[in-house]
């Protein structure tokens, strides 16, 4: 189990509650990304982290959502007061570095807002 | 006009055909194209990693990539029952600026009859 680990695999809450995600990227790995990915919208960008910095987090949708990563490795999204339009699978990626590397993505999760 | 453009499908064929799938992207910036396949309810997995215009070619699968047409191909040969599957196209720029953004499409989705 070499991969990008993510958890919870599914999520279901109420609106108005917060959440947190979790993503556990590849070992050694000093890049991480959270992509969302919706219907009809595909797969969004919305923060990167370079160790544990995260120079652009121009893709969170609002300031609802935040994120960190401690330690360079694991790192968690999080969503308070959560609106029906959050619902959505949540991927996390990693790569070897920041720039053009190859990402490589965990298998998400999936969010509903009731 | 979305940057970067791919057909839904469905695409459905028979074991053993050829399979084509494309986007097209408006963005001439974009230098490093991606194919990742993503089966129901699992995370993408990168297929294809090619720079600027070309072929490249990995057992059955061939990208090719037409940066003047600003067009890219996926070529998948003697497809098999186990290829069908959701195709994303991916694209990120060159170096310098937020060259770790992947921008996707949409994707296809694949389905190879017995």
């Known amino acids: 189990g070499a991969g990008v680990s993510q958890s919870p695999s599914n999520k279901v809450t109420e609106k108005g509650k917060d959440v947190e995600l979790r993503c556990d990227p590849i070992s050694g790995h000093t890049a991480l990304y959270w992509y969302r990915q919706s219907l009809g919208q595909g797969l969004e960008f919305l923060i990167y982290f370079q160790g544990n910095s995260a120079p652009d987090k121009s893709g969170l949708p609002s300031d609802r959502f935040s994120a960190e990563r401690t330690g360079g490795s694991v790192s968690t999204l999080t969503i308070q007061r959560t609106q029906q339009e959050d619902s959505a699978v949540y991927l996390c990626?990693?790569?070897?570095?920041?720039?053009?590397?190859?990402?490589?993505f965990g298998d998400g999760t999936r969010l509903s807002i009731l | 006009q979305k940057e970067v453009e791919q057909d839904p499908g469905p695409l459905s064929v028979p074991e053993g055909a050829i399979v084509s799938l494309n986007c097209t992207y408006s963005n001439s910036a974009f230098q490093y194209f991606m194919w990742y396949r993503q089966y129901s309810r699992k995370g993408p997995e990168l297929l294809m990693y090619?720079?600027?215009?070309g072929n490249k070619e990995d057992g059955r699968f061939t990208a090719q990539v037409d940066k003047s047409s600003k067009y890219i191909s996926l070529f998948i040969r003697d497809s098999q029952p186990s290829d069908s599957a959701t195709y994303l196209c991916a694209m990120s720029l060159g170096q310098g600026g937020s060259n770790y953004k992947l921008t996707f499409g949409k994707g296809t989705l694949l389905t190879v009859n017995p």
């Open positions: 090619t720079y600027s215009s």
């Open positions: 990626a990693s790569s070897r570095q920041g720039g053009n590397q190859p990402q490589h």
